[in-house]
């Protein structure tokens, strides 16, 4: 793979959102194989577990993920700062803490959503973690923690963190019921709030915001990026992959044509290998693929062989051959194409 994919350019303005169990490395590894200048984001590592858990496990990476954020969950200072140190000589991008996750495991530690209710708090830690490290450091939120947007609070939260030196926001632009809702129904069911986002730009123009929640394509992210100024997308990267064919050419011209998903196919074949000979299970690296023929006519079948190959202990070599076969080449070499409906 040329050296050139592993720019740590973190200035483009599309990224892929931070999901645990889904943002692992080999998540990772394959979108850069689609994308080379989207911006990537870990599941998020809590400091509990990085402190006490097998580090490496957590932390390494292929240089080509590049630019690549750590997300950090935690509530003492002290260890985020120990976090967030690892982060950058682990050679990391970026650091992001995580201000926005409603899970009842999240909350009972005082940190995700809670740290939106204290944001006094929230800037002490935003300090130790900014002054622990020279690589950029950013958080990720949501509206608010009601029924409705406190806009009060919300403008106090962005104005506490703005003051500990934090400039980028990441706003998951809903909020997060915490009375009646679980950590799934509150990525669904408050209403989406874009134009709150809209409003924070505006209010405060010195400061980088980047929406998340609900975008599921490039033109979308594309008009967003008029009222904002960096767009990040979650289930819709999973989903549906090579959504992110178009993204360089798009978001940065003069990138040349997107790969077919043949080349990226036959491009995540080393890598595989290289995984499986390390004792990676083939499952848990190919459950990622299943999503590339997402919205073409043979995106069943894909899926198919793809979870029989597994069941049949082939290497995964095979197992993509095996399953690339029953494809029709003209899907197999057919290129994004720039529509971006
Ligand atoms: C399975 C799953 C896991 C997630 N894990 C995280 C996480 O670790 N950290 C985080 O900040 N957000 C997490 N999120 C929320 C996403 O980052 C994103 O904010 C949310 O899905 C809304 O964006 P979307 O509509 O583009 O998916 C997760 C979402 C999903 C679906």
Redesign the pocket.
Known sequence: MSSDLSVKDLDFPLSI??????TDRHFRYFMRLITRYTVLYS??ITTFALLRGNRDKLLAFDPVELPLVL?LGGSDAQSLALCARMAQEYGFSAVNL?A??PSPKVQKGEFGIKLMKNPDFAAELYNTIKNAVTIPVSV?HRLGIENKVDYEQLYRFIERLAAAGCCHFII?ARIADLNTLDAKQN?KIPPLRHTDVYHLKKTFPGLIFEL????TTLKEAREHLCKTDKV?????AYADPYLFANADSFFKPGNGLPPTRRQVIERIIPYLQKQEAEGINPLSMLRHLMGLFRYTSCARAWRRYLSESVKSNKPVDKILEHAQKGLPSEILDDRARLSLS
């Open positions: 959102a931070p999901m645990m169990k889904l599941e998020m997300q995580n926005g996750c990720k998951h990525r998340n929640g609900g975008v990040m997308i979650g289930r819709a």
